[in-house]
C-alpha cells in the first residue's frame, strides 16, 4: 500500500501527459488556461464567502446562538433532541468548520460514546453546509437568484438532522 502511495500522483500525472501526447493536445497551454479560470472563480467568490464567515463570526459572538438554542429549548426536548445538538444544527447548514468546532466541543464534553456525540456525528454525514455550498457554486458561475434552491437544501438539512436524532436512538 505504500508503495501504491508513493507513486500514484506522478503516475496520474505521466498518465495525463502521455495521454494529451498521444491526443496532440498542448498540456502545458490547457494547464495555464485551468489556472486561469480558476483564479478568476476564486476571486468571483471571494466577496461571497468572506460575508458568510463574518455573519458567522457575529453570530456566534454576539450570543445569537445561544439565544436561538434557548427559544427552541421547548420544541427540542419534546422531540428528544439533546440541548447540546442544537448548536450543530444551527451552525451545520451555513459554516463546515464552525460545525467542526461545535462537534468537538460535544465529544470533549459529553464522551464519543455518548448519545450527544453519536447524533451529532451521524448529523456531520446527513446534511450539508448549505449556505457555504451555494455561496462557492453560485458565486463561481455568477447565479444572484437562488430561486428555490435555498428552501429546498434547508428542507433536506432539516430532515437529516431529524432522521440522525431517530436513527441513533432507534438503533444504537
Not at 490547457?30 to 455573519?55: Q, S
Not at 459529553?110 to 453546509?129: D, F, H, L, N, R
Not at 437544501?153 to 436512538?169: E, H, I, N, Q, R
Request: charged share 15%; glycine share 8%.
Amino acid at each position: 500500500m505504500r508503495i501504491i502511495s508513493i507513486f500514484a500522483i506522478p503516475v496520474v500525472i505521466a498518465g495525463i501527459l502521455i495521454f494529451g501526447m498521444i491526443k496532440k493536445v498542448n498540456v502545458y497551454d490547457c494547464f495555464v488556461e485551468g489556472a486561469k479560470e480558476g483564479l478568476e472563480n476564486m476571486f468571483r467568490i471571494v466577496a461571497p464567502l468572506v460575508a458568510l464567515m463574518v455573519g458567522i463570526y457575529m453570530l456566534r459572538e454576539s450570543g445569537g446562538i445561544d439565544m436561538l438554542c434557548g427559544i427552541l429549548r421547548p420544541v427540542t426536548s419534546r422531540l428528544k433532541i439533546p440541548s447540546e445538538i442544537v448548536p450543530l444544527a444551527l451552525l451545520r447548514p451555513i459554516s463546515g468548520s464552525a460545525s467542526l468546532a461545535v462537534i468537538d466541543d460535544i465529544f470533549k464534553n459529553c464522551g464519543i460514546e455518548s448519545v450527544p456525540s453519536k447524533i451529532a456525528s451521524v448529523m456531520m454525514g446527513s446534511t450539508e453546509t448549505t449556505f457555504y455550498t451555494i455561496a462557492v457554486y453560485f458565486g463561481s458561475i455568477g447565479i444572484k437568484n437562488s430561486r428555490h434552491t435555498i428552501p429546498s437544501a434547508l428542507t433536506a438539512d432539516f430532515v437529516g438532522m431529524l432522521a440522525s436524532v431517530a436513527v441513533v436512538y432507534i438503533f444504537f
